[in-house]
């Protein structure tokens, strides 16, 4: 079936350390993902997507990884800002074609300490 | 920067009661959905929609949900008879284009209480 889901529902990391959050995916077919970032009573801004074809995107201090054989996504981001304290959320597109709904994954909470 | 805005920002409401949560997507988007999050959970698809129609709905939408989009700028989402666990954060998303070419831009959300 459709799941997406995240190995760590809690992150803690200090100020300038690099985090790694993690996601599984199941669904084969998907072909688009996103990375979501959520602060609190907000919602979900677009941090950076990947498509299948690819394995790795870079963005401005994120790096998006992607593991088709595992079915393995995992967000990066370097040297972690107390501004980045938030729900990180994962999302795919389960199909090709159709209109194109996100599956959330669980969420995984980042606590920025200084 | 485009955005999507949503109205009310929090709605409390008794059980049994209609409610109509409003969105305006960014203009030139074509793709609109509702999603929701039950406090502390996942951000749950409800329906997309396109060309006018519904184009999708999850186990969620069921008979007491529709959505409109009377005006060409509006997208709302309608619960007729709103029951406790209706109570979540509501978000109205919008897309330019189907697949993989762009995101889905979310709005701010609507909190609903059912009282």
Redesign the interface.
């Known amino acids: 079936g459709e799941s997406v889901g995240l190995h760590l529902p809690t992150l803690s990391v200090q100020e300038g350390d690099n985090s790694i959050i993690n996601c599984a995916y199941s669904n084969s077919a998907s ?2 993902f ?1 990375w ?1 970032k959520q602060e609190s ?6 941090i950076i ?1 990947i ?1 299948s074809n690819m394995d790795k995107r870079q963005g401005q201090r994120v790096t998006v990884l992607l593991n088709k054989t595992v079915k393995h996504l995992s967000l990066q981001i370097a040297a972690t800002q107390p501004g980045d304290s938030a729900v990180y ?1 994962c ?1 795919e ?1 389960p199909y ?12 995984t909470r980042l606590a920025v300490h200084p | 920067e485009p955005e999507v805005t949503q109205t009310p920002s929090h709605q409390v409401t008794q059980m049994g009661q209609e409610v109509i949560l409003r969105c305006v997507p960014i203009s030139n988007h074509l793709y609109f959905y509702w999603y929701r999050q039950i406090l502390g959970q996942k951000v749950e698809f409800l329906v997309s929609f396109y060309n006018n129609e519904i184009s999708e709905k999850s186990e969620i939408f069921d008979d007491q949900f529709s959505v409109e989009r009377p005006d060409g700028s509006n997208f709302t989402l309608k619960i007729r008879s709103t029951k406790l666990e209706d109570s979540a954060m509501y978000f109205c998303a919008s897309r330019s284009s189907r697949q993989g070419q762009g995101e889905a831009f979310f709005g701010q959300g609507t909190r609903l209480t059912v009282v």
């Not at chain 1, 009573?41 to 677009?46: D, H, M, T």
């Open positions: 072909d688009y996103i979501y009573g907000k919602g979900p801004q677009f997507d498509r959320f999302a597109n090709s074609g159709g209109y194109n709904k996100l599956i959330f994954g669980a969420g």
